[in-house]
């Protein structure tokens, strides 16, 4: 590399070092929040652990609080696991811990994976540590082979399929084949609706 090229490099970086460089460019860098972003302002904070003595100590499970621009939503414990994608339709699955002492060293429960709501709420939660409430879309909710009002934490139905279920915008379409365990829902094909929950049988299956 030439040596005029070489200071004319030189020179760029350490005018880009300067304050203000990144207006030339229009307006300021973007600032990058050090929090975990759950999308529409949400993020997880985590927030200070202190020993027996109450000496501060590092808080590596990154248990946190629930915090909405810039503001602590409510006192619950919560912490991202694998299949948290953030906030979508107003919900946002996570897990959820309760201090309990006698379950584990650092004086936390074994956790429980659930859906909140947009004020921080549970609005549904998985039975045992490897119980997984999946959010379906708009306000429906998947526990088991059980779906739910998101809204309300009302059961909608029982639906056991083998294929499971096809999703649009605002419907969802499941095929409950079997019955074994409970047969106050007809086999057959049904249309839910994600917004106001309501269900259609749209099959001649009886």
Not at 9 to 30: N, R, T, Y
Not at 42 to 69: C, M, T, V, W
Not at 168 to 186: A, G, Q, T
């Amino acid at each position: 590399m030439k040596k005029e090229t070489t200071q004319a490099l030189a020179a760029f970086f350490a005018m880009a070092s300067q304050p203000g460089f990144e207006k030339i460019f229009g307006g300021d860098p973007e600032v990058r929040s050090p929090y975990e972003g759950l999308n529409d302002g949400y993020e997880l904070r985590p927030f200070e652990l202190k020993d027996k003595e109450g000496d501060i100590i590092k808080n590596q499970a990154k248990y946190s609080h629930l915090y909405h621009n810039g503001l602590r939503v409510n006192d619950l414990i919560f912490r991202q696991g694998g299949i948290s994608n953030g906030f979508k339709d107003g919900y946002c699955s996570l897990i959820h811990y309760t201090k309990e002492k006698g379950q584990r060293e650092d004086g936390f429960s074994f956790g429980t994976h659930v859906i909140i709501n947009r004020l921080g709420e549970i609005v549904l939660a998985g039975t045992g540590i490897a119980s997984y409430p999946s959010h379906c879309g708009g306000n429906v909710g998947k526990l088991n082979d059980t779906y739910y009002n998101l809204m309300t934490g009302e059961k909608i139905f029982n639906a056991r399929c083998s294929s499971g279920s096809i999703t649009s915008k605002n419907y969802i379409i499941v095929e409950h084949r079997y019955d074994w365990y409970d047969k106050s829902l007809p086999l057959g094909v049904y249309m839910l609706n994600n917004q106001t929950c309501e269900y259609t049988k749209i099959d001649e299956i009886k």
